[in-house]
């Protein structure tokens, strides 16, 4: 089955500091979405972005599809992007099941 | 009101109880999705239902059934409850046109 991989694992930044998490995918995907898992567990929609790039404030993301990766910017972090990024994907066999990558953990600190 | 909510969102029982969760939406999609989530890790599928007549197993099925009520209900039981089914469950809802997934608040499921 499809693999999916984040990058970094792990990350800490300082308020205001920008980063960018990378997801990378073995297989042609049909569906990508990023999620922000907040420290309550609670998963909120950040983008749905099967390719092309869309923006939301201060954070933006980027799919290139035929290349197999997506990226997720965040500029001037603040201490609430805290929590776990996640990328998901579904396959283009037509079943629509998405399979999560095992995330990026971010702390921002004040 | 949320569009997607969960009942319980915690609970306690012990190895060998059965045990529902449940998972209502307000968003009319027509797919319904069950997910769970170990520490430290990403959501795995349990069961996916396409429609009111249609239902799945995921990658993860083993010990769990599901039920579609209604459109907008979709139900997730351990027959047995175990230890190794301590985790936390989503319930996440799709349309059919886009498939973008909407996840409720999740349930907290400890077994003792």
């Known amino acids: 089955g499809i693999q999916v991989e984040q990058s970094p694992p792990d990350l800490i930044l300082q308020e205001g500091a920008n980063s960018t998490l990378r997801c990378n995918f073995s297989?042609?995907?049909?569906?990508l979405q990023w999620f922000h898992q907040n420290p309550w567990g609670q998963l909120i929609n950040l983008f749905y972005?099967?390719?092309g790039t869309k923006q939301n404030g201060r954070l933006s993301a980027t799919t290139v599809a035929t290349e197999r990766y997506s990226l997720l910017y965040i500029s001037s972090s603040q201490t609430t992007d805290s929590g776990v990024y996640f990328c998901?994907?579904?396959?283009?066999?037509?079943?629509?099941?998405?399979?999560f990558g095992t995330g990026t953990r971010l702390k921002v600190l004040a | 009101d949320a569009d997607v909510t969960q009942t319980p969102r915690n609970r306690i029982t012990k190895t060998g109880k059965r045990i529902m969760l449940e998972c209502s939406q307000t968003?009319?999609?027509?797919?319904m999705y069950w997910y769970r989530q170990d520490p430290g890790l990403g959501l795995r599928l349990i069961y996916y239902?396409?429609?009111?007549?249609?239902?799945n197993k995921g990658e993860i099925s083993d010990g769990y059934s599901v039920s579609r009520q209604a459109q907008a209900k979709f139900s997730l039981s351990l027959e047995s409850a175990i230890p190794n089914q301590t985790a936390l469950y989503f319930c996440?809802?799709?349309?059919?046109?886009?498939?973008?997934?909407?996840f409720g608040p999740g349930t907290r499921l400890t077994v003792t």
């Open positions: 996440a809802t799709s349309p059919s046109a886009t498939y973008e997934q909407y």
């Open positions: 297989d042609s995907v049909n569906n």
């Open positions: 972005i099967p390719s």
């Open positions: 998901a994907v579904g396959d283009a066999s037509g079943t629509y099941k998405y399979i």
């Open positions: 968003k009319g999609h027509d797919r």
């Open positions: 239902s396409f429609d009111v007549k249609d239902i």
